[in-house]
């Protein structure tokens, strides 16, 4: 099983800001999924990226899949509190599998 | 709007008192999962089921099982909760051509 080291672990920022989580890893990926999970919810995929350089957006979150295809990062432009929440990187293992990085915390004030 | 639910969203047991925390889905999607999250952790995968064919992870604890008597359904039971069992179920199907999982909303587990 291949680690996926995800940080910050935790963020708390202020209305306005911008930020990014880095998803690391030593190996090689076929794709990678990112999920934000509300408090009190299960988590939600955001996106799915698979080639490597790719850029995906969806609407003010900015995501990355890098060239060597074995780290993400996703940009959250203007930060609001309604993105508040933990959020995984995921890679799928074996296909029926996800393994999940160690998560990012991230706390928005108004 | 086709989801996953789980019920009950917030259970309440005491120390040894089994318990049984349910899933169902109207996605009609194979595969379904059983998560445990602490807090601030990412989802830790418990076993899963590809239709019928039951999958343990091999650190899950005997203490866990499941059952999922058809497609829809499935159960996690807790043959004798302990305090560190406290923690958020999350359960998840998954059809077999994709890699994207749907998370039911979570049962949050308080052992008394």
């Known amino acids: 099983t291949q680690l996926l080291e995800q940080s910050p672990q935790f963020l708390s920022i202020q209305e306005g800001e911008n930020l990014t989580v880095y998803c690391n890893s030593s190996s090689v990926f076929s794709s990678l999924q990112w999920y934000r999970q509300e408090p009190g919810e299960g988590p939600v995929l955001l996106v799915t990226v698979v080639t490597g350089g790719e850029v995906k957006k969806l609407k003010r979150l900015t995501f990355q899949f890098g060239d060597a295809r074995k780290d993400s990062s996703l940009h959250i432009t203007a930060a609001q509190p309604g993105d508040t929440g933990l959020y995984l990187c995921?890679?799928?293992?074996?296909?029926?599998?996800?393994?999940f990085g160690t998560g990012t915390r991230l706390q928005v004030f108004p | 709007d086709a989801m996953v639910i789980q019920n009950p969203r917030y259970q309440v047991t005491q120390f040894g008192k089994p318990v049984t925390l349910s899933c169902s889905q109207t996605?009609?999607?194979?595969?379904m999962y059983w998560y445990q999250q602490k807090s601030s952790q990412a989802p830790k995968l418990l076993f899963h089921?590809?239709?019928?064919?039951?999958?343990n992870e091999a650190d899950t604890p005997d203490n866990f099982q499941s059952r999922r008597p058809n497609t829809s359904f499935c159960f996690l039971d807790i043959r004798s909760p302990g305090l560190g069992d406290a923690a958020m179920y999350l359960c998840a199907t998954k059809a077999v051509a994709s890699q994207t999982q749907y998370f039911g909303p979570g049962t949050r587990l308080l052992v008394l």
């Open positions: 995921a890679y799928g293992e074996n296909t029926d599998k996800l393994i």
């Open positions: 996605l009609n999607h194979n595969v």
């Open positions: 089921y590809y239709d019928k064919d039951f999958n």
